[in-house]
C-alpha cells in the first residue's frame, strides 16, 4: 500500500484564494482592507525569512502589511511601546512578533500585552485559556488550525476517532488537543498526548487512526511504531546532513517517510504539507480579527 499525499501546498493555496475572495467583497462593501503588522527583533536569518514570506502573503491576498524591524538590543519596554502603539492602531487588526525573541526580552510578558483581539498568532495568554474553554471564536494558533484544515479537506475527518499527538507544545501540542477535543469543525476526536516521558511510546502510536507528530527529531516515527491505514502528518521540519545534496543538507520530517508512507492511507510530505498551512491560516486569522473589530458580518 503507497499513502494519498496530502498536499499543503495545494489546500494552503485554495485557503488563501477563499481569503482574497473575501476580503475584495468586504472591500467593496464595507471599504476597508484588513492589516496585518510583523514585528522583527533582531537579524536571524530564519526569522527574517518568515517574516518577508508572511507580509508577502497578506499583500497577494489584499490587505494592508506593516512591518517593523528592530535592532537585537531592543529593550523589552521598547517592545512593548511598539505593541501598545499597534494594540490602539485602527488601521491594524492583526499583530504578530516573531518569535524567538533576544535573551533580555520576556516572551510571556509581550504576548500577554498584545491585544486578545488583534492576536492572530493564537499565543496570548486570554486565548490560550479561550482555547482550552472551548470558545468556537478564538483565535487559534495557526498549526493547529492548519492541520484540522488539512484532515477535514482531506477527506479525514477526526471526528470519532482517535488521535496520538507526539508533542506537548504551547504551539502545537497543547492547542492541537484542544482544537480536536471541541466540538466544532474538524474536533470531537479522542485524543491522547504523548511526549518525552512517555513509556513504551509504540504501543501509543500504534493505537492511532490520526497520528499528528511535532517533536522536532528527524525521522523518528519509524514503520514500526504505526499501524496499517493510519493517517499521518508530519509537524516538523529538519535538517539532516547529506553530502550528496548541493546545499549540503536536505530537510526532513519528524517521521520516517520512506517506510511509514508504505503502511499509512494518507500522510503529509515535509516540505509541502503542514508548512504552507501554518502561513495561510495565518491570513485566515487576520481576516477573522478584523471582521470582529469591524463589527461586521462573517
Not at 475572495?21 to 503588522?37: C, D, F, M, N, S
Not at 488601521?91 to 483581539?117: F, K, N, T, Y
Not at 547529506?242 to 530537510?251: I, N, Q, T, V
Request: proline share 6%.
Amino acid at each position: 500500500m503507497s499513502a494519498e499525499i496530502i498536499s499543503g501546498t495545494d489546500i494552503a493555496r485554495q485557503i488563501r484564494e477563499e481569503v482574497a475572495q473575501k476580503a475584495r467583497e468586504i472591500a467593496e462593501g464595507a471599504g476597508g482592507v484588513p492589516g496585518l503588522a510583523t514585528v522583527l527583533v533582531g537579524e536571524d536569518p530564519a526569522s527574517q525569512s518568515y517574516v518577508r514570506m508572511k507580509n508577502r502573503d497578506a499583500e497577494e491576498v489584499g490587505f494592508r502589511s506593516r512591518q517593523i524591524d528592530l535592532p537585537a538590543s531592543t529593550s523589552e519596554d521598547e517592545l512593548l511601546g511598539w505593541v501598545e502603539g499597534l494594540n490602539a492602531d485602527p488601521d491594524i487588526h492583526g499583530i504578530l512578533v516573531q518569535l524567538p525573541l533576544p535573551g533580555q526580552i520576556s516572551e510571556a510578558r509581550i504576548l500577554a500585552a498584545i491585544d486578545p483581539m488583534k492576536d492572530v498568532d493564537g499565543f496570548s495568554p486570554v486565548n490560550v485559556g479561550r482555547l482550552s474553554a472551548g470558545d468556537p471564536d478564538v483565535l487559534a494558533p495557526c498549526t493547529p488550525r492548519g492541520i484540522i484544515e488539512l484532515l477535514v479537506r482531506s477527506g479525514n475527518d477526526p471526528a470519532g476517532r482517535h488521535v496520538v499527538i507526539v508533542g506537548r507544545s504551547n504551539i502545537v501540542g497543547k492547542p492541537m488537543a484542544a482544537l480536536l477535543l471541541g466540538r466544532g469543525r474538524g474536533g470531537n476526536a479522542t485524543v491522547t498526548v504523548a511526549h518525552s516521558k512517555t513509556k513504551d511510546l509504540s504501543e501509543i502510536t500504534r493505537l492511532a487512526d490520526i497520528l499528528i507528530v511535532a517533536v522536532g527529531r528527524p525521522e523518528m516515527i519509524t514503520a514500526d511504531m504505526v499501524r496499517s491505514g493510519v493517517v499521518v502528518i508530519d509537524v516538523g521540519v529538519n535538517r539532516v546532513d547529506d553530502p550528496s545534496k548541493e546545499r549540503g543538507y536536505r530537510l526532513t520530517g519528524d517521521v520516517d517517510f520512506e517506510s511509514v508512507s508504505q503502511l499509512a492511507s494518507a500522510i503529509t510530505p515535509v516540505p509541502g504539507g503542514v508548512g504552507p498551512m501554518t502561513r495561510a491560516m495565518l491570513l485566515s486569522n487576520t481576516l477573522a480579527a478584523y471582521v470582529s473589530i469591524e463589527g461586521l458580518e462573517a
